[in-house]
Antibody, heavy 120, light 107 residues
Framework: QVQLQESGPGLVKPSQTLSLTCTVS??????????WSWIRQPAGKGLEWIGR???????NYNPSLKSRVTISVDTSKNQFSLKLSSVTAADTAVYYC????????????WGQGTLVTVSS | SYELTQPLSVSVALGQTARITCGGNNIGSKNVHWYQQKPGQAPVLVIY???NRPSGIPERFSGSNSGNTATLTISRAQAGDEADYYC??????????FGGGTKLTVL
């Protein structure tokens, strides 16, 4: 059974870059059948899609975050990563990594989520 | 950009039927997925492509989608169904879009 696990700093200073990694276990990130996404959720609020990457390296980003987001994949480590630049307090949230299939049948695999707080 | 509208809250009596709506422009032409999220947990997919249940999801959960509204129906509501529910679609211009979420209360 595929599992996803987020990792990275829990505290980031304003104006700096938030960096998170999602490690995939129990299956290969290179299988070619899936999109690998980042989704976030501020405390007490709804889900917000950040973006996704395919194993070929092609990406799609939320238009509202596109200028600050980079998602990359490292197939040798079975990981994909998120970088969000110029963060502010509004970027404080639980960040999830998740998997969606290329036939778009919903996000069936999620990481447990990691809280990132933006504060000086 | 494409937007999905959900009611902030829905209440249902124990054992009765709850319906949670998700509104969007011509949403009937899109595939809608529904997620259940309990406090402190990651979301769980309960309905995919409008009306399909993943394995392990009770038959009490069903979905429909037509026109400008998709609906998640929970029959014979149980206390354990209390959660936040989110609809989600893919839009070619916006990408993945989530509704704002609906808090289901079982009375």
């Amino acid at each position: 059974q595929v599992q996803l696990q987020e990792s990275g700093p829990g505290l980031v200073k304003p104006s700096q870059t938030l960096s998170l990694t999602c490690t995939v276990s129990g299956g290969s990130i290179s299988s070619g059948s899936y999109y690998w996404s980042w989704i976030r959720q501020p405390a007490g609020k709804g889900l917000e899609w950040i973006g996704r990457i395919y194993t070929s390296g092609s990406t799609n980003y939320n238009p509202s975050l596109k200028s600050r987001v980079t998602i990359s994949v490292d197939t040798s480590k079975n990981q994909f990563s998120l970088k969000l630049s110029s963060v502010t307090a509004a970027d404080t949230a639980v960040y999830y990594c998740a998997r969606d299939s290329i036939v778009r049948d919903g996000y069936r695999r999620w990481g447990q989520g990691t809280l990132v707080t933006v504060s000086s | 950009s494409y937007e999905l509208t959900q009611p902030l809250s829905v209440s249902v009596a124990l054992g009765q039927t709850a319906r949670i709506t998700c509104g969007g422009n011509n949403i009937g032409s899109k595939n809608v997925h529904w997620y259940q999220q309990k406090p402190g947990q990651a979301p769980v997919l309960v309905i995919y492509r409008d009306s399909n249940r993943p394995s392990g999801i009770p038959e009490r959960f069903s979905g429909s989608n037509s026109g400008n509204t998709a609906t998640l129906t929970i029959s014979r509501a149980q206390a354990g169904d209390e959660a936040d529910y989110y609809c989600q679609v893919w839009d070619s211009s916006t990408g993945v879009v989530f509704g704002g979420g609906t808090k289901l209360t079982v009375l």
